[in-house]
């Protein structure tokens, strides 16, 4: 079965620093991998994806993540954290289930961000 | 138009009351979606449509009815909810399982549903 695991409830980083959401992932084969954001009673947004090539992502809103086979790993990173980053973020690895493509998702972090 | 978008954005009703939450996308998506989602909690998928045909139910109890009527809509009816029903509903839709490398999953911004 796939399944990405976040070992972290809560990430809290002053503003101006670097920020980072970890990640590990467990698949059968070649992971395809996502980071959604959650602000506030919104929907889930896409931030970035690994599908094939570079380790180094780069998706919205001055994210990027990183893609370890050796460590299983896919952290989110920034390199100067903003205040309005502060959300929740989920880890995701896609997974096929009756003919539809189905994102399994992480238990979520929160990430506050503080000035 | 790359959105989802979902009506009513916030929704209170009885535990006797029927009422119904929509579903809209114009992406030329094929696969729409229902999840439940509690707070601080990740999505949880209550149903998948592929081709307007159910395909996944995740053995969601019978006071929620799904309805795809087209390849750009789906409805969630919902009939004698509990307290415990209360949510954030989210709908998302992509391409199937084609084998494509970017099927395009896009949630929208979801009804948060107050059941009293």
């Known amino acids: 079965a796939q399944s990405v695991a976040q070992p972290e409830d809560q990430v809290k980083v002053a503003e101006g620093n670097p920020l980072t959401v970890k990640c590990t992932y467990s698949?059968?084969?070649?992971?395809?991998l996502f980071w959604y954001v959650q602000y506030p009673n919104r929907g889930l947004q896409f931030l970035l994806k690994y599908i094939t090539g570079d380790n180094l992502v780069k998706g919205s809103y001055g994210f990027e993540a990183e893609f370890n086979k050796s460590q299983t790993s896919f952290h989110l990173k920034k390199p100067s954290a903003l205040v309005s980053d502060s959300a929740l973020y989920f880890c995701a690895v896609r997974t096929e289930s009756g003919g539809s493509y189905i994102p399994t998702f992480g238990r979520g972090t929160s990430l506050i961000v503080h000035p | 138009d790359t959105e989802v978008t979902q009506t009513p954005k916030h929704l209170v009703m009885g535990m006797t009351n029927k009422k119904s939450l929509k579903c809209e996308q114009h992406?030329?998506?094929?696969?729409m979606y229902w999840y439940k989602q509690k707070a601080k909690k990740p999505p949880e998928l209550m149903f998948v449509y592929s081709y307007e045909k159910l395909s996944i139910n995740e053995s969601v109890p019978s006071r929620f009815s799904p309805e795809c009527p087209n390849s750009s809509l789906l409805n969630l009816h919902l009939h004698a909810l509990q307290p415990e029903d209360s949510a954030l509903y989210l709908c998302a839709s992509s391409q199937p399982a084609t084998g494509a490398v970017n099927y395009g999953y896009t949630f929208g911004s979801g009804t948060r549903l107050t059941v009293v």
């Open positions: 992406m030329g998506h094929r696969a």
């Open positions: 698949v059968s084969g070649n992971p395809y």
